[in-house]
């Protein structure tokens, strides 16, 4: 290259072509021909050598004393990056001017403390969910997936957080994940926070079940709260994706590796949940952190459990506790999710709904019921088949009261006492 740019110079200091045919035939502009004569002619060979374009001083240069505070920050802070620790260091030690997000990147490279993150798929959900604007509008509950502690222990976290305002309301391990353990610490998280509109969760037990309208036990309690299930599509985890991204933080921060017990591995979650809430910057709150924009439900827990209640006209029913429901000239199956729950019959064209208080879950057919009067001759005990409907009333297919292990009909118990 230097080359080539002394053949250019020695070109133009012969004058026997125009200085624009010269430039023309070294492939350059006429300004970086006439620059490189111009430092040929001031410094001579060496001058067409090429030069380094960093700056002869960088005003926004980290100095000494402010990287290692930096790198105290991110030591406290391990899987922070630059833009939470930018805005910690500022509000820890506002006395300092500290540098912007990127120079913090910077320092952190240097000293080998990045790593690249992964691009995420991300899909939008197929149905439409509840966008929350304010608190307590929709929580979100879920376990995290269980792992087992340096003891071998295994350990599952139950958490529930406000969606709005990323609020972590618990964060505890559970003995076991069916509703006679969840439910406990629902209802201290009630008392302690007063009760949200909507409860966001996935399909499985012990929040929802493949029974009738997809309730268990815990989801039927929620309903006569008043607190409407907000269930994700299967296999749709971003569905619930703040949630979601809080395990993959509460798995950085808490459990890897895990602590040595499970009592101990508690005490880490406190101290997560606690950093979680007050400390921690996040970035969809603007730098905000949790617990500077949460504040409890103004709308209590009540001393006693509502009892549904229906508009004036419904005929009402209690299911049976092994899950049937008698109307009319037979009984059908609803399921043991409501069992001891009183439903509600509307009267419609053709038949009859049925209602669990807002939710539609059957629509039987006045027609079959004729039939089995005729068949049974009276009143009695002849079982037919209702048109079970989703949430939104549509129809979902019918059902039968699952067979016991001798595959009789009867009183045997399902699988799960929240799966009927």
């Not at 790593?115 to 966008?131: M, Q, Y």
């Not at 012990?206 to 299967?234: D, H, K, N, Q, Y």
């Not at 905000?288 to 001393?303: D, E, K, V």
């Not at 509502?306 to 049937?324: I, S, T």
């Amino acid at each position: 290259m230097q080359d080539e740019r002394l053949k250019l110079v020695q070109a133009f200091a012969a004058g026997e072509q125009s200085r624009a045919e010269i430039c023309r035939r070294y492939g350059v502009s006429r300004k970086t021909g006439y620059k490189w004569y111009e430092q040929f002619l001031r410094e001579g060979v060496a001058g067409l050598a090429d030069r380094s374009r960093a700056p002869h001083n960088q005003p926004w240069a980290v100095d000494r004393e402010t990287a290692g505070a930096i790198l105290e920050a991110r030591a406290r802070h391990p899987n922070w990056g630059e833009r939470k620790l930018k805005v910690w260091l500022e509000r820890e030690r506002p006395q300092r001017n500290w540098p912007c997000a990127s120079s913090i990147g910077a320092v952190l490279k240097s000293h080998g403390l990045t790593r690249p993150g992964k691009r995420r798929r991300t899909a939008s959900p197929s149905h439409e969910l509840v966008a929350p604007s304010g608190a307590n509008q929709v929580w979100a509950i879920d376990f995290k997936g269980w792992f087992r502690t340096a003891d071998g222990r295994r350990c599952d976290p139950l958490t529930l957080s406000d969606t709005h305002t990323r609020y972590l309301l618990r964060c505890q391990a559970v003995d076991q994940t069916g509703a006679a353990f969840v439910r406990p610490l629902l209802e201290a998280a009630f008392r302690e926070y007063g009760l949200p509109a909507r409860m966001r969760s996935d399909n499985g037990p012990p929040f929802a079940s493949t029974g009738v309208g997809g309730l268990s036990r815990l989801s039927v309690w929620w309903m006569r709260l008043g607190i409407a299930p907000e269930r994700i599509e299967p296999g749709k985890p971003e569905q619930n994706g703040r949630h979601e991204r809080m395990h993959r933080t509460l798995k950085q921060e808490t459990a890897t590796p895990p602590e040595r017990s499970v009592r101990a591995q508690q005490r880490a979650f406190d101290r997560f949940r606690l950093e979680y809430n007050e400390e921690r910057p996040h970035e969809a709150l603007e730098m905000a952190t949790p617990g500077s924009l949460y504040s409890a439900s103004a709308w209590r827990l009540p001393g006693r459990v509502p009892e549904m209640e229906y508009p004036a006209g419904f005929a009402l029913r209690v299911v049976k506790q092994q899950g049937d429901v008698k109307w009319r000239f037979g009984r059908f199956f609803l399921g043991e999710a409501l069992g001891g729950e009183t439903v509600g019959f509307e009267e419609v064209e053709g038949g009859w709904r049925v209602w669990f208080g807002p939710l539609p879950l059957a629509y039987l057919d006045a027609r079959q019921i004729h039939a089995a009067k005729s068949k049974s001759g009276g009143p009695g005990g002849s079982r037919w088949r209702a048109q079970f409907l989703d949430g939104s009333g549509r129809p979902t297919g019918s059902r039968r009261r699952p067979k016991t292990k001798t595959g009789k009909v009867g009183k045997g118990k399902p699988s799960h006492d929240d799966n009927p």
